[in-house]
């Protein structure tokens, strides 16, 4: 098991980069740190059961993803299942290890 959040800042600058970054709202496993503190748009977080959290999850615009969560299985394997059916934006790799994956949700190529 690894992960200490390596990583999330690269993915918040990424986003960042994006057009009209302060309008986004991404789903972030860290919704208040790293994440939130460095991007510029709105951070949502996961609620404590599925059925709330997939709303949430389908009216953002990215997820971002992080190591520990495919590790732990967290916060839901429905959540991971819908996401493992869709190719990330980005990968984040540090010394040749994935840490952080971005999925943009509003992406035509995705299902």
Sequence with gaps: ??????GIDQAARYL??????AG????????DGV????F??????AEAEWEQTEPLLLGSDYVVTYIHQWQRNLPFPEMLELLSRRTPEKVIYLDGIEYVRIYNLRSAASP
Excluded: C
């Design 35 to 38: 994440f939130s503190y460095l």
């Design 1 to 6: 098991m690894i992960g200490w959040g390596e």
């Design 40 to 45: 510029d748009g709105q951070t949502v977080h």
């Design 24 to 31: 986004l709202k991404v789903m972030s496993w860290y919704p």
């Design 16 to 21: 960042n980069a994006r057009p009209g970054a």
